[in-house]
């Protein structure tokens, strides 16, 4: 059973940091992308971070560059997203994600989430000012 579980969500004031965990199983890990999303009350969901597992590219949407790191360890089969100077418009629930990788496919899945195939239950992230 494919199960992707997130953690370290919470409540942090503006200007703080949060580093959130996605724990995968069930797929071979290696051969997949996997994306960190986020949805706010009444947005879509948006790309965040993709990171390929066979090489480590990282992608990052223009609105975290500079402050959120993603990274994989790929021997604990976990995906991490460091969020730096955190802002009140960050709020939101966050979302791992999983798809089958293909050179440069950190960049295509940022802005398609409805091509990702495994989906987290999210954590949320709320950040007040």
């Known amino acids: 059973e494919v199960q992707l579980v997130e953690s370290g969500g919470g409540l942090v004031q503006a200007g703080g940091s949060l580093r959130l965990s996605c724990a995968a199983s069930?797929?071979?890990?290696?051969?997949?992308?996997i994306g960190w999303f986020r949805q706010a009350p009444g947005q879509e969901r948006e790309g965040v971070s993709c990171i390929s597992s066979s090489d480590g590219s990282p992608y990052y949407a223009d609105f975290v560059k500079g402050r959120f790191t993603i990274s994989s360890d790929n021997a604990k089969k976990t995906v991490y997203l460091q969020m730096n100077s955190l802002k009140p418009e960050d709020t939101a629930v966050y979302y791992c994600?999983?798809?089958?990788?293909?050179?440069?496919?950190?960049?295509?899945?940022?802005?398609?989430?409805?091509?990702?195939?495994?989906w987290g239950k999210g954590t949320l992230v709320t950040v007040s000012s």
């Open positions: 994600a999983a798809a089958r990788w293909f050179p440069y496919s950190g960049s295509y899945y940022l802005g398609k989430p409805s091509e990702m195939t495994y």
């Open positions: 069930g797929f071979i890990f290696d051969d997949y992308a």
